[in-house]
């Protein structure tokens, strides 16, 4: 199996095939089926929110290269007459830095970026909308939309209209109900005034769900900032929420002193640790990680913490010369080395949990979700 996951990874860094899961399943007898938000997927690995995912161009070279799944840029929510409560999320910003982050001798990425969220029209959104729509109904990627809602003060009222007007019309592009939908809790946010009271942070996971449900039939995934408390309270916010078919866990940490966002080993060690409080799982939403996903021995660790897929955006930034492969583009690179790694792969990473005892085949074959059903039983 060694010899031929090297032979798979040296041929598979000119060209990757794009059902290189079934190649997998073929090969090597291992089912790489994952599940994002109510969807079945080929394999778990997918594109967080972000900067990649602005444009219809980069949303083909996704599908093209065989990413699992892929969430749009954050929309700020606006009610019918464009107004929008959290304008200043809007930013037009566009220079951004790929920066080494060191945690203690890990060397890991961070993209350091002072924008926040879409800052096109939210005509252009719905356009988009309509391509994530028409390539999800094609079954071979899921894609879909991500909003940033009005949040109140612990005091204030929630602004409905945002929350009716911003969910009917993507649902009314996506057609089909339900809609499926993240709602993003921003790391920005987390470093906002607004976030300085965790009554009112508890406030939103416990009402925001029922706000968008009660304006459109959606499948709902909540996408979990680091507040700026401690371990305790991530524990606290999980438990908070309300309502939500999925929660992403959980998005990057707030440097106050530089006023960014930040991740590398920092981010995976402190979502990892707070995914494995004892008792934390039963009772809680469906689990997708993000945050330092940066092989595949990272992808198995969320899994063995419950998580049914994850969510990258850092490694598909990374200079060139960061990946393994010669050829192809950075999607296509990026699942190359998560998957066939010869040492830190998922391919490679299951193997080694079969041969330490901690994953058995059924019917012959070894099943990436059993990973986390193994979790659910623990
Ligand atoms: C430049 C940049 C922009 C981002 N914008 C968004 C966004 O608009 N909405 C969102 O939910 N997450 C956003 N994210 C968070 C990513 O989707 C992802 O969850 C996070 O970066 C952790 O994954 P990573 O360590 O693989 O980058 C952004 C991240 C980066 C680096």
Redesign the pocket.
Known sequence: MRAQLERDFERFGRELPRDFAAHVREHYRIDLSARYLGFALPHPVG?????LSLHESQIEADLAAGLAFV?L??VIAQDERGARTMGAWATHETK?EVERRTAGTREGW??T?K????DRSFEEYLALVRVARDVTRGGEMVVVP?V?YHLPLVHEPFREEEYRFTTQALAREWGNAPLPL?K?F??TLAGDARSDERAAVLRWLTEVPGQIRAAAPVRLGV?LMNARFDDAFQVEMLRATRGADTL?VF??LFDAEKGV?Y??WE??DRNLRVLSTPGLRPGLAHLTG?????SGRVIAEYALRGCESV?????F?LPLSAYPSRDGSRTQRVLHQMIFDPDDGLVAVLLELEAAGRLARRDGELHFLDLVDAHHQG
């Open positions: 594109k967080g929110s972000g900067q969430v840029k954050t951004m961070t993209v970026w924008g926040r969220g879409w991500s940033k993240e993003d921003s790391p996408k992403i998005n990057r966002a991740g590398g981010l995976s993000t945050g330092n996903v940066c969510q990258l955006h850092t490694a930034q």
